[in-house]
């Protein structure tokens, strides 16, 4: 590996997906331990969907779920609420 490439992150479910894999994953909407991300990988899932549409995760939760999950090869995917209005009211 180059060393360009050495700190490269790598997407596990399209990696799977682009061999013909099925990419397993996992909703997270109650935990709010890294932990969980730890579950996933121990049970075999390529990514965990964080659910803060249907949740009240802080930013800080959802950070620090993300960064375990990116640090030991499982892909964080997260639904957000909604998109914020900017402050001059339009969209």
């Given at each position: 590996m180059s060393?360009?490439?050495?700190?490269r992150l790598t997407n596990p479910v399209k990696e799977r997906l682009r061999a013909g894999d099925v990419a397993l994953g996992i909703t997270v909407r109650i935990s709010r331990t890294p932990d969980i991300a730890r579950i996933a990988k121990a049970t075999g899932h390529d990514f965990i969907f964080i659910d803060t549409q249907h949740s009240i995760f802080g930013i800080e939760t959802i950070a620090s779920i993300a960064h375990t999950a990116l640090a030991i090869g499982v892909a964080p995917l997260v639904r957000v609420?909604?998109?914020?209005r900017t402050?001059?009211?339009?969209?």
């Open positions: 060393p360009s490439n050495a700190n609420r909604k998109a914020a402050p001059s009211g339009a969209d």
